[in-house]
């Protein structure tokens, strides 16, 4: 099935900085690849996603990358607020899977005043 | 509506009770999920619902027993649960299951077993 690795587990920034995680996956056929944001107590929601046809998206100061070839994804946050600070966490959609979410492990983002 | 609601919110019980978790979607999604999700760690899937049929099950134990009533409603019975089944169970919907489609969460039911 497959395997989705994520890093780094947590990252710690000062507002107004940027702010990557990274993931990689393991199965070729996966096609999506969504972006979930979790704040404390609260449900996961979508923040970004990214379909294996495009490179690139963009949507205010959240980006996402896609390399097919490395089969390795990454978020990308600019000028960080304290009000990003929540887990994400990456996720892939697998045949393997039955195109059924497969997440990373988490990152947990800490934005300081 | 947007919304996959819940109900309860928290929900304590004992070991022997029989319980049951409710989620309900008015999106026209015909995939539905059971997730269950420790602390600090990702949701975790137990069960799948495509066309309201049980199209996943990822080795859940059997005390552990999800429903579909009909396309909008899903149900997880709980009975003879243990302390390690304590945990945030989420619910989900997408359009359809296989489609490049996000999965919609409901706020979770936070399970404390005693």
């Known amino acids: 099935g497959e395997n989705v690795e994520q890093h780094p587990s947590t990252l710690s920034v000062q507002e107004g900085d940027s702010a990557v995680i990274k993931c990689t996956y393991s199965?070729?056929?996966?096609?999506?690849f969504p972006w979930y944001k979790q704040e404390l107590g609260k449900r996961p929601q979508l923040i970004i996603d990214i379909r294996s046809n495009v490179g690139e998206k963009k949507d205010q100061r959240i980006a996402v990358t896609l390399n097919k070839t490395a089969k390795h994804f990454s978020l990308h946050i600019t000028e960080t607020q304290p009000e990003d600070s929540a887990v994400y966490f990456c996720a892939a959609h697998s045949r393997g899977g039955s195109y059924i979410p497969t997440f990373g492990r988490g990152t947990s983002l800490i934005v300081h005043p | 509506d947007t919304e996959v609601t819940q109900t309860p919110k928290h929900l304590v019980m004992g070991m022997t009770n029989k319980k049951s978790l409710k989620c309900e979607q008015h999106?026209?999604?015909?995939?539905m999920y059971w997730y269950k999700q420790k602390a600090k760690k990702p949701p975790e899937l137990m069960f799948v619902y495509s066309y309201e049929k049980l199209s996943i099950n990822e080795s859940v134990p059997s005390r552990f027993s999800p429903e579909c009533p009909n396309s909008s409603l899903l149900n997880l019975h709980l009975h003879a649960l243990q302390p390690e089944d304590s945990a945030l169970y989420l619910c989900?919907?997408?359009?359809?299951?296989?489609?490049?489609?996000?999965?919609?969460f409901g706020q979770g039911t936070r399970l404390t077993v005693v």
């Open positions: 989900a919907s997408s359009q359809s299951q296989g489609g490049v489609t996000e999965a919609f």
């Open positions: 999106m026209g999604h015909r995939a």
């Open positions: 199965d070729s056929a996966s096609n999506y």
